[in-house]
């Protein structure tokens, strides 16, 4: 017999506090762990929460899905206002497992096959928000390479330029610590069914190649950066230097004046 659930992600904040959402909800989870959080409510109805921000939603309708986020708002840090979403259906039929555009086909469903599918799903989701911020830190860069062309100076102050560099280091330490694309869930150690399920999806979703388009962005805005660097370095080097001519020539003026006073 055919049948049909549908997946939501939402990514709704920065970050998700797991442990105050855990407290709050007062339901027995399906599975728990200081950064993900799965319930169940039966007739495959799932809600998982991770803590970079995201929500899975199976068998939920949309009324469902904006009661529930607008439930845990207080466990919401750095909200976002316009949700990410990406939606993918899980068909169950006789037959080989097979990922379509849109759909996944199975031939089982439990909660270890939705949960499997929720997860790669975050974690697409997820990647869509830090490939929008690495995009957005890239045309920032170019914008200050383009000023660097024209000018032949750099239009960023150092301040402004630690600032950058240090939105650019929390992206990349958020993604280390938010995609868990190389480390294969536990779930699948001792199944083959559900490891052949999440490869299939990482595959489908093209997990592994949109997180290297990521990385090689940011190291453009890396070597970039590094060349503000010296760029800002030798500028203040430049500075100084001119202020310990400019003292210097105080002190020769100071001599020749006091040289002068005495034979006067």
Do not use: C
């Not at 986020?69 to 169950?92: C, F, G, T």
């Not at 294969?184 to 093209?206: C, I, N, R, S, T």
Request: glycine letters at 4%; hydrophobic letters at 45%.
């Amino acid at each position: 017999m055919e049948k049909t659930i549908k997946l939501s992600a939402l990514l709704v904040a920065n970050q998700l506090d797991i442990k105050g959402i855990k407290a709050f909800l007062e339901v027995k989870t399906a599975s728990e762990s200081s950064t993900e959080l799965l319930y169940a409510f039966g007739n495959d109805r799932y809600q998982y929460y991770f803590n970079f921000g995201v929500i899975v939603f199976s068998g939920h309708s949309e009324e469902e899905i904006k009661i529930a986020v607008k439930a845990i708002q207080p466990y919401l840090k750095d909200p976002n206002n316009n949700w990410l979403r990406d939606d993918h259906e899980i068909s169950v039929q006789e037959g080989e497992m097979e990922f379509e555009f849109n759909q996944l086909i199975v031939d089982r469903l439990d909660v270890k096959v939705v949960r499997i599918a929720m997860f790669n799903l975050a974690q697409s989701v997820a990647l869509d928000y830090y490939h929008n911020i690495t995009e957005n830190l890239l045309t920032e860069i170019k914008g200050f390479t383009r000023d660097l062309e024209r000018t032949g100076k750099l239009s960023i102050n150092r301040k402004d330029m630690i600032k950058f560099i240090g939105k650019a280091l929390n992206t990349q330490n958020d993604i280390a610590d938010n995609i868990y694309i190389f480390d294969a869930p536990e779930q699948v150690w001792d199944d083959e069914y559900l490891d052949k399920l999440h490869k299939g999806l990482m595959k489908h979703f093209d997990l592994r190649v949109r997180f290297s388009e990521i990385e090689y962005t940011l190291r453009i805005i890396e070597d970039n950066l590094s060349v503000f660097r010296e760029i800002s370095n030798q500028r203040e080097s430049s500075i100084l230097e001119w202020i310990i001519i400019a003292l210097i020539l105080v002190e020769v003026f100071d001599l020749l004046i006091t040289k002068l006073f005495k034979y006067v």
